[in-house]
Antibody
Framework: QVQLQQWGGGLLKPSETLSLTCGVSGVPSSDYFWSWIRQSPGRGLEWVAERNPDGRVGYNPSLQSRVTISIDTSNNHFSLTLNSVTAADTAVYFC???????????WGQGALVIVSS | EGVMTQSPGTLSLSPGERATLSCRASQSVSGSVAWYQQRPGQSPRLLIYEASTRATGVPSRFSGSGSGTEFTLTISGLQSEDSAVYYCQQYYWWPVTFGGGTKVEIK
């Protein structure tokens, strides 16, 4: 059974750095697509960043200058870093593992991040 | 960027009725479309991938169709537990994009 357990987030002040980590169990983190998706209060889903099995990374163009996704295959987890946060970054952040074209799809429990002075 | 536009914004139907949810892509995404269900306070759940393939464990009343730029999710015989927001997603290219969602309410 594949499980994604995420940690990090909480209350941040504007200009601080957001760090989130997602632990993967049940499949090797060297395989599959690993991504971060966020959801602002009362809003829809927004793709933030993704790493594909070839090691290439993709970022939401609106966040590209501030965001980094990384993976630690030896510890089977992947992480998100978002610099210089503002109130607009307030959201629930989900980690997500997938190979959608094969119907493989797993989600973390979500982590609420609030940016406020 | 493949903008995904969903309609309608809200559907209010009675149990047993059929729900038809639409999703339009701004440019062709071939068949690389997924549909997700999200209930309040929960993570999204994959229902349909490759436009028309049901994910493991998804009831047969959920079906997907379409290709190119027009896609449809149909829920035949609505049940109370189908009350949720449904999102389409294209994964044909980066950035991956989601539609704005359709809220299905059961009367």
């Amino acid at each position: 059974q594949v499980q994604l357990q995420q940690w990090g987030g909480g209350l941040l002040k504007p200009s601080e750095t957001l760090s989130l980590t997602c632990g993967v169990s049940g499949v090797p983190s060297s395989d599959y697509f690993w991504s971060w998706i966020r959801q602002s209060p009362g809003r829809g889903l927004e793709w933030v960043a993704e790493r594909n099995p070839d090691g290439r990374v993709g970022y939401n163009p609106s966040l590209q200058s501030r965001v980094t996704i990384s993976i630690d295959t030896s510890n089977n987890h992947f992480s998100l870093t978002l610099n210089s946060v503002t109130a607009a970054d307030t959201a629930v952040y989900f980690c997500h593992g997938s190979w959608t074209s094969q119907g493989r799809d797993w989600w973390g429990q979500g982590a609420l991040v609030i940016v406020s002075s | 960027e493949g903008v995904m536009t969903q309609s309608p914004g809200t559907l209010s139907l009675s149990p047993g009725e059929r729900a038809t949810l639409s999703c339009r892509a701004s440019q062709s995404v071939s068949g690389s479309v997924a549909w997700y269900q999200q209930r309040p306070g929960q993570s999204p759940r994959l229902l349909i991938y490759e436009a028309s393939t049901r994910a493991t464990g998804v009831p047969s009343r959920f079906s997907g169709s379409g290709s190119g730029t027009e896609f449809t999710l149909t829920i035949s015989g609505l049940q109370s537990e189908d009350s949720a927001v449904y999102y389409c997603q294209q994964y044909y290219w980066w950035p991956v994009t989601f539609g704005g969602g359709t809220k299905v309410e059961i009367k």
